[in-house]
């Protein structure tokens, strides 16, 4: 099947809709949900069909290494089936949610580009063609912060696309970097090429590509735009940037660029490690002590990529493992508390914790979703957030690192605190509650749905029937390391 | 060696200027000058010594040129410097609308 | 940004006289973009000029009876899915995507180099429109009246 498949889709969509959602207004939401649809099933399709395997398309017929290559292996397949389930619910969610901001055809669009951008990181072999689609997906993803036209998400957005701009800087710094050191731009030769490259380099360029997608994926010293972009924005978007884009646009290209083409050097792994594990205590002690609901969701997104981080540092199967299934799990349950924030925030037009009230008659599904999401943060069992971080701490301690695992559990029971916090006070809370502005609508309530019983249904990821067929093929990737080159080129 | 250094020195300037000035205004000319600094940098990466541009004209043989690839991502490059701008300029326009003001410590609404 | 009359005389007869060597100006480099530097990008913020210029020169009133600011949204909007069934065309042919389909031609002639010069075109009509819709958009706001708070 063609790979290009999965751009041209979202990006064809963009477009149309733009010339079209104009006149009637309708056009907006049936093109983005179709195509959105589109892409999740050809999505899931492609990873069954892949298995263990890898598939690279040459653009234009041109051959590596002339050309631009689309690479595709498990992990990005795995990733590209979490985007596109991530963005169908939160398509549905904005379906009733928009409309209270005034239903445009504007924010569709820019919706399918942030889709396709993310697509596009996902499947691409070519590192300066990355670079493009980050930009891409940044673009849309400016707008989409300052989407709804009030003081505070401008200043967030200015925030967001300042810092961001820094950080694409050094990127392309780094690019220059690589190219003057190896004469080429696809992955798979660079990564053969880095062999007669000096340590010294390999640290600079390392460093350089850390510190710039590093400020994406929004670790610890370069977190600073996330509480106020992710808390800024309308809730369907904080839930793509949040459970989405900080993962594709952050772990996966430093996963791609640390261990396929750099080959996972120790000195970035215990930077890993130390950064990871710095975000998931800092960033939990930050976001017991706020009373703002979206504030308090995007501080302990921090803490809970720091897991991630902490994981994919261990450099063993089982810590990339518990890694891969904590991004899967953190999607699925961050996504869902900020559904319920965006539900409470139109009922009750507060996000202040201490203003909201007792509302599990007004709101059940909300309240009900939310202890299922709590929960599942929290790393409860049977949900999928206790198997995920379970994997982590145990892949710590076997790789004795025992200081690690121990500010992990820390790091999981303040999380407790913090989300015992929120339904006390957000969904039980003690002021009395005369009634609704607005009801959710049948989107918002189908996504929020949806999302809860996935976080049961994940469990199941552990059982090692499912585990192999699953997650075994995307870790042997991800531990293939230069591997990767070597599939990538097979007879060429 | 040295057009190196200079062009790390015109970055840092650029970031000098991003980092330190209180204007919108100057903070957008700041990330503009940074963007041009990697984009030269780039540029020179390419430079092969002895080399002509790298355009065959009518009438002359193909000699020694210089890398044209670096020159192919810097116009990418700079058309995506140029959407981030006006990406930018949009904000800062909408920023003053709201508050009134164009410098950047009073414009702290969100804290915490 | 108070221009609703326009610049002097001088300069509205200078713009309207000078306008359509921009556009020819803009065009060569599209067209010649396989032969010699410039290409799509640079030949579409040429075009983006022309239009700007007279948006500086006549205010925006006046711009917006000259312009047709719907048509130029359609156009716009209208752009890359041509470049998308331009690309398709290669899918079908039995390829990958953007498969080269037309012939290559001689050297050094202005009908060469298979579809770099339709993909050209397209690029630089687009790059041109966005650029001077992305600038009307930027004026639409004016200090003077009241604004939404």
Redesign the interface.
Known sequence: M?L?IFI?IP??AA??I??VG?KKDFWGPLLAVAATVAVFVLSLITFFQLGAGIRV?????WKLPYGIALVLDPFGAFMLIIVALISLTSLLFSVSYIRHLGSDWKYYALFMILVGGMNGVLITGDL?NLF?FT?IAL?AA??LV?YG?R??E?????KY??MA??S??LI??A??VV??ATST?TMAHISVAMSSVGPGLKIWIGALFLAGYGLKAAIMPFHAWL??AH??APAPISSMLSGVLIKTLGVYVLVRIFYNILGAPQVFLTAFMILGTLSIVLGVILAI??W?FK?LLAYSSISQVGYIFLGIGLNSTLGIAGALFHLLNHALFKSLLFYNAGAIEMGLGTRDLRKMGNITRLLPITAHSSMVASLAISGIPPFNGFFSKLLIIIAAVQAHQPVYALLAVVGSLLTLATFMKVQRYGIRGENPVKGLQARPGWGMQAAMIILAVLCILTSLLIVPGIKESVLDPVVAAIMNKTGYAAAVLGGR | MIIYLLCFAL?LI??YG?IVKRD?IK?ILA?GI??Y???L??VL?GYRRGAVYPILEKGKEAAIMVDP??QA?VL??IV??L??TA??VA??I??FN??KTFDITK????R? | MSEKQGLTVIVKTVTRAILPVIFLYGFYIILHGHLSPGGGFGGGVILALGFLSVLLAYGRPAAQEWLNIRVL??VE??G??LY?AL??L??AAG??????TLGKGRLFDLWSSGFILPLNIIIGVKVGLSLFLAVWALTEWNPEKGD?P
Request: proline residues 4%; charged residues 10%.
């Open positions: 063609t290009p041209i990006l064809a477009f149309l733009s010339l104009r398309y040459e653009m234009g017929g300066f493009v930009e673009f400016y707008g300052a036209g003081a505070h401008f200043e967030a957005a200015f696309a300042v701009s820094v694409s800087s392309l710094l690019i220059a190219y003057s731009l509480p106020d808390s800024s002590g706020q703002d504030r | 970055f650029g970031l991003m919108l903070i990330s940074m963007g600094a990697v984009n940098m780039i990466f690839l670096p991502l990418t490059s995506i410097e959407g981030t990406m930018l904000l800062a909408r920023l709201k508050y414009i702290r609404r969100l915490g | 949204h359609s909007s209208s890359p899915l998308l690309g398709l290669g899918l390829g990958a995507f953007l498969l080269n939404d």
